[in-house]
């Protein structure tokens, strides 16, 4: 093996040791659910109380590196579901439907990778961080316009993510990143016919993350855009009614990570990684599922999650 074999292979290994070891602590993740919203997603509901559940489960089986290169074999895999309470009043604020949602997740994250010495390790299932957006407004337009003729739903969005989960400096169990979150979002339906069967979505969100509790370590803030594009089935207000096509997602770290604690590899390098995939949306709205494979990711995991959500308006 020639030296610049051998020093490609050390930048290797050195890159997996510090992404591997950020990740079995959860500290390379951004706190954003990636893949959390497709189609529809700048379509607030009708006004009311609504109730159900969310689940997220990724499974990460390469480590890329700053030019996209991969080192196989570690095994990611996290799990995050909990209850949602979701609002929309008739109260109008600049012309949109003021409403807020609370999600309270569980998080489990299991880990196999030998080389770190953490074959089969798992945090064990608890409170992850709380999902709180106090803020949200809705806008609904029928007006056609050049390329959505069945016009366009608007939603703005403020939200945070509480550190209320297990987070302990340094500890394998963590649950909870140890640090505060604020985003900002806005999205955006566009109707592409009259009849609003067809439509393409998208969700732009930037995350302001702080520093973590305990340790010299600040998480870079990052861009997130999801989207979806599809079309409507079965007869409106039926049961078996609902809409399906592909969604997707990119997220771009902006600033870079800083801190004494934090490994230079993630001093050095930002993260990028994007995700597409089909969606299903049926039961009138209530039920969603979505499956993304992960590509072109830089300094970060890659492999693939399912997402789904459950919610149901209560009847008062």
């Known amino acids: 093996m020639t030296g610049r074999r051998i020093a490609r292979a050390l930048t ?23 893949g959390m919203y497709g189609m529809m ?40 579901f909990g209850p949602l309470v ?17 999600g309270v997740p569980f998080a489990n994250f299991l880990l196999d990778f030998p080389r770190l010495d953490n074959a089969g390790a798992s945090t064990g299932l608890a409170l992850s961080q709380l999902y709180v957006s106090p803020v949200q407004i809705g806008w609904h337009s029928d007006k056609a316009m050049p390329i959505f003729g ?12 509480a550190p209320t989960g297990r987070y302990t400096p340094g500890a394998r169990n963590n649950t909870s990143l140890g640090m505060w979150c604020n985003e900002l ?62 969604a997707g997602y990119a997220q771009w770290q902006v600033s870079s990570t800083t801190g004494s604690e934090v490994p230079e590899i993630l001093q050095n390098h930002k993260t990028t990684i994007y995700g597409v995939g089909p969606e299903l949306t049926a039961l009138e709205g209530a039920l969603t599922v979505r499956y993304l494979w992960q590509y072109g990711g830089k300094t970060t995991t890659q492999g693939s999650g399912l997402y789904v959500q459950f919610a149901m308006p209560l009847p008062f």
Do not use: C
């Open 12 to 34: 290797t290994l050195s890159l997996a040791l510090g992404i591997g070891a950020a990740a079995s602590q959860a500290h390379a993740q951004q706190l954003i659910v990636k």
């Open 41 to 80: 997603s700048g379509t607030q509901a009708p006004p009311g109380v609504y109730a159900g559940m969310f689940g997220a489960v990724s499974f990460a089986d390469q480590i890329k590196g700053p030019n996209g290169n991969s080192v196989e074999g570690p095994d990611l895999t996290q799990e995050l």
């Open 86 to 102: 979701m609002y929309v009043s008739d109260f109008k604020i600049l012309g949109g439907n003021y409403g807020a949602v609370v």
């Open 150 to 161: 069945g016009g366009t739903d608007v939603l703005f969005a403020y939200t945070f993510y």
């Open 185 to 246: 979002s806005v999205r955006a339906t566009g109707f592409v016919d009259k009849e609003r069967n067809w439509h393409a979505a998208g969700a732009l969100f930037y995350d302001i993350n702080s520093k973590k509790e305990g340790v010299d370590w600040k998480q870079g803030n990052a861009i997130n855009y999801m989207w979806g594009v599809g079309r409507n089935f079965g007869e409106k207000k039926s049961l078996l009614s609902g809409w399906a096509g592909i």
